[in-house]
């Protein structure tokens, strides 16, 4: 026994899982390369900045894993009113850029709070659901009202699509909380009618159909339950057109269709898309190696080194190189599932599902749009993308996971 001890004192390392670990910190170190690949030609040095940001969110990491997350219950309400604070102060006194007011400048520092209130969301809510599960359809108005603050104003700022990661981190954990399936269908379904709506019309009818049987199926209080349901649709469905033309600036629009035919606009707003997908398609099967694509050296595609990041390593490192980050994607959310599933609490259980919706959501809409499957929404890829902030986000979210490892393995409890 007295050896094991000696043994872990020696070599602490032993103990570090090296998925919930390893992944983000080769991610970082392969995204500082291609980052430099990226700035060939530009007197930046990016890519350092990045390894020094990873390097610091990697020790901010270490010590949250030190410290147990039932600690943090008293602050989850500060910190949140905090987050709603800075929010509000981008929009009186924000910082604009490319076309956006997302940041406030403090001591000559860009700070993006939006980043922050992600987490700080997570938090309160798995807090909220943890304590007043959801047992009725008046249960969804705590969670809701929560959410519903921080994706007002990151909306507002505008960042459309920082505010669809709120709505996913929302979704995921109702579910893990144990919302039936056909409430959380009906949460998804405004969004659902503002699709049709705009793109459809012809199906409102049976759709509102649809919604009719479903909320009279699955609500307790059938008629009021149902009402509200088709009136809050219906809703949604008059002011689509009316926001669509006054509510989104020129250049959201362009981004959420452009990307179905962006040689509408090769020179404008379907430009980023082009080259995004000749890159990637010029890398074939292994790619022209690093620090050697030629598309990627002659900076085709703007801002290569943040939202299209994917780009450049699908030119340089090809199909193989895209299919292994995806694996490692893959092996990280399977490793935050193990971890949710032996939590000590439901608590714990339900922050790791928040960071898992909260990653993975921007993983699968950020290459969605680098290869053309989605709109450009301007979300990074996470711990590849250039970004201090998304990036020390990121690295706390890796400490917050592995402190309720760490508790789960005190306590005996094994990954299943």
Do not use: C
Request: a positive charge.
């Amino acid at each position: 026994m007295k050896l094991g001890v000696k043994a872990s004192r020696k070599w602490p390392w032993r103990n570090i899982d090296p998925l919930l670990w390893g992944i983000p910190i080769a991610m970082t170190i392969l995204a500082g390369l291609l980052i430099a690949s990226t700035q060939r030609e530009a007197p930046l040095a990016d890519w350092k900045n990045h390894w020094i940001t990873g390097a610091i969110g990697l020790a901010i990491a270490a010590l949250l894993a030190k410290i147990d997350l039932d600690k943090l219950k008293p602050l989850l309400l500060p910190i949140y009113l905090l987050t709603l604070t800075s929010l509000f102060g981008v929009k009186l006194m924000g910082t604009s850029a490319l076309g956006a007011q997302r940041w406030i400048s403090i001591a000559g520092l860009h700070v993006q709070p939006s980043e922050f209130a992600k987490l700080a969301a997570i938090l309160l809510l798995a807090g909220i659901l943890a304590k007043h599960p959801i047992e009725r359809p008046v249960d969804l108005i705590r969670p809701l009202a929560v959410i519903s603050l921080p994706w007002a104003l990151v909306f507002l700022q505008p960042d459309l699509g920082t505010s669809l990661v709120y709505g996913a981190i929302v979704l995921a954990m109702l579910f893990w909380a144990g919302l039936p399936l056909p409430w959380l269908l009906l949460l998804l379904s405004p969004l659902a009618t503002a699709i049709i709506a705009g793109a459809f019309p012809i199906a409102l009818l049976p759709w509102f159909g649809l919604l009719a049987f479903m909320s009279w199926r699955s609500l307790p209080w059938k008629r009021i339950g149902s009402a509200i349901a088709l009136t809050l649709n219906s809703i949604f469905a008059l002011l689509t057109p009316f926001l669509w033309t006054h509510g989104l600036k020129d250049y959201q629009k362009d981004r959420l269709i452009l990307f179905l035919d962006p040689s509408k606009d090769p020179l404008g707003g379907g430009y980023h898309l082009i080259q995004s997908q000749i890159g990637i398609g010029s890398g074939q099967l292994f790619g022209t190696g690093l620090m050697q694509g030629n598309l990627t050296k002659l900076q085709f595609i703007p801002e290569q080194h943040t939202d299209f990041i994917f780009s450049a390593l699908g030119e340089e490192l090809g199909f193989i190189g895209a299919l292994l980050l995806l694996l490692a994607y893959g092996l990280f959310s399977w490793k935050l599932l193990q971890v949710a599933g032996i939590a000590g609490n439901d608590f714990e259980s339900l922050v790791v599902i928040g960071i898992l919706s909260m990653v993975m959501f921007q993983v699968v809409i950020n290459i969605s749009m680098t290869i053309g499957l989605g709109p450009v929404t301007g979300i990074p890829l996470p711990w590849m993308s250039y970004g201090r902030f998304a990036m020390f986000v990121n690295f706390i979210s890796v400490g917050l996971v592995a402190s309720v490892q760490r508790r789960a393995k005190k306590s005996g409890l094994k990954l299943r």
